[in-house]
C-alpha cells in the first residue's frame, strides 16, 4: 500500500510552452502534498506544499505563478510549469502524506522535464 | 529554521561489511521525528528508517539501525552486511512536529554509497 505515482515520468517540452505533471496517491487519501525539485548529484528542495481545497504554500524563491499548483482532490495534485525555459529543466518529485500514524509521507517516482 | 548536515559526500564498503553514514542535526524544537532515505539510481525516494526524538531507543529495520544522540543532535545510519543493492544515494531528513501540515521534511546533501565486491 500507499503508493505514489507521477505522470509522466519523462517529458521534454519547447521553451515557451507550459507542462502539467500528475501526482497521485493510489491507495491512501493525502491530507498534504508536497512538490520537491532534484538538480544531478544535488538534494530535494521543496517547492511547495499543498493541502487538498486550499492554495499551496510556496517556499521562499519559488515563484508562485511559475510552479502552479493545484491539489484539486485528496488524491490527486498537478504542478504546471508555465513559460518553461531551460533553466526549468530537472527532476520533480511529487510526495503525499497520510493523516495515519505517523504521519507517514511517500514519495512519487518523479519527473524527469527537460526544456529545449 | 532547521538544518540537516552529511559530512560525507562519498562513502564505499565492501559487499557483506558494515558502514556508518554520518548525519548531524539542528532544531531548537523538542518534538521531531529524524529520517533515512535511500535513493537508487532509479531516483525513488525509499524510507530505510525512522527514529522519534523523544525514544531513547535506536530503531532498527533488520541490517539498517541507527545511533542517535539527541544532546550531540547526531543521527547516524549503520548497514550491515552490505549487498550491492544497497547502493545508492542516502538523504538523511528531519521534520519538526509529529502532526499538522505545517512539519515538512529538511533533507540533507546526501551521501553516495558504493557496494564494492
Known amino acids: 500500500g500507499a503508493v505514489v505515482s507521477q505522470h509522466p515520468s519523462r517529458v521534454i517540452c519547447k521553451s515557451g510552452t507550459s507542462v502539467k505533471i500528475e501526482c497521485r496517491s493510489l491507495d491512501f487519501q493525502a491530507t498534504t502534498m508536497f512538490w520537491y525539485r532534484q538538480f544531478p548529484k544535488q538534494s530535494l528542495m521543496l517547492m511547495a506544499t499543498s493541502n487538498e481545497g486550499s492554495k499551496a504554500t510556496y517556499e521562499q524563491g519559488v515563484e508562485k505563478d511559475k510552479f502552479l499548483i493545484n491539489h484539486a482532490s485528496l488524491t490527486l495534485s498537478t504542478l504546471t510549469v508555465t513559460s518553461a525555459h531551460p533553466e526549468d529543466s530537472s527532476f520533480y518529485i511529487c510526495?503525499?502524506?497520510?493523516?495515519?500514524?505517523?504521519?507517514?509521507?511517500?514519495f512519487g517516482p518523479g519527473t524527469r522535464l527537460t526544456v529545449l | 529554521a532547521q538544518t540537516v548536515t552529511q559530512s560525507q559526500p562519498e562513502m564505499s564498503v565492501q559487499e557483506a561489511e558494515t558502514v556508518t553514514l554520518s548525519c548531524t542535526y539542528d532544531?531548537?524544537?523538542?518534538?521531531?521525528?529524524l529520517f533515512w532515505y535511500k535513493q537508487p539510481p532509479s531516483r525513488q525516494m525509499i524510507l530505510v528508517i525512522r527514529q522519534e526524538a523523544y525514544k531513547q531507543q535506536n530503531a532498527t529495520e533488520n541490517r539498517f539501525s541507527v545511533n542517535f544522540q539527541k544532546a550531540a543532535k547526531s543521527f547516524s545510519l549503520k548497514i550491515s552486511d552490505s549487498q550491492l543493492g544497497d547502493a545508492a544515494m542516502y538523504f538523511c531528513?528531519?521534520?519538526?512536529?509529529?502532526?499538522?501540515?505545517?512539519?515538512?521534511?529538511?533533507f540533507g546533501t546526501g551521501t553516495r554509497l558504493q557496494v564494492t565486491l
Open positions: 531528513a528531519l521534520r519538526v512536529g509529529y502532526t499538522g501540515t505545517a512539519s515538512k521534511l529538511t
Open positions: 532544531t531548537s524544537e523538542s518534538d521531531y521525528y
Open positions: 510526495s503525499a502524506r497520510t493523516g495515519r500514524l505517523y504521519n507517514e509521507q511517500f
